[in-house]
């Protein structure tokens, strides 16, 4: 089994940060590209950012230059640090992964089951 497992939502003022943490755990050989998405009432699921095995990274506009996507290889983890937190950014923020599961030759994509941010006065 694989499981992605969420932590470091919670309440922050406008203007104030937070940092997410995603650790992948189970019957994984490879992790190949990471993300972090995010869903608000009454809107589809967005990607927020996004990582390869590389460290290479992509943003969401609406994020860029406040948000910076990490990852730790040995430790199967993902991260998000948040910066400059508007209401907006009010979201259940979901980790993702694509990787290799031990034994197998294709790929798997995984969804944790997310974590709230709420930026609020």
């Keep these: 089994q694989v499981q992605l497992v969420e932590s470091g939502g919670g309440l922050v003022q406008p203007g104030g940060s937070l940092r997410l943490s995603c650790v992948a755990s189970g019957s994984i050989f490879s992790i190949n590209a990471m993300g972090w998405y995010r869903q608000a009432p009454g809107k589809e699921r967005e990607l927020v950012a996004g990582i390869t095995s590389g460290g290479s990274t992509n943003y969401a506009d609406s994020v860029k230059g406040r948000f ?3 990852r730790d290889n040995a430790k199967n983890t993902l991260y998000l640090q948040m910066n400059s ?37």
């Design 68 to 70: 910076t996507i990490s």
């Design 85 to 121: 937190l508007k209401p907006e950014d009010t979201a259940v923020y979901y980790c993702n992964a694509d990787l290799f599961r031990r034994g197998l030759y294709y790929a798997m994509n995984y969804w944790g089951k997310g974590t709230l941010v709420t930026v609020s006065s």
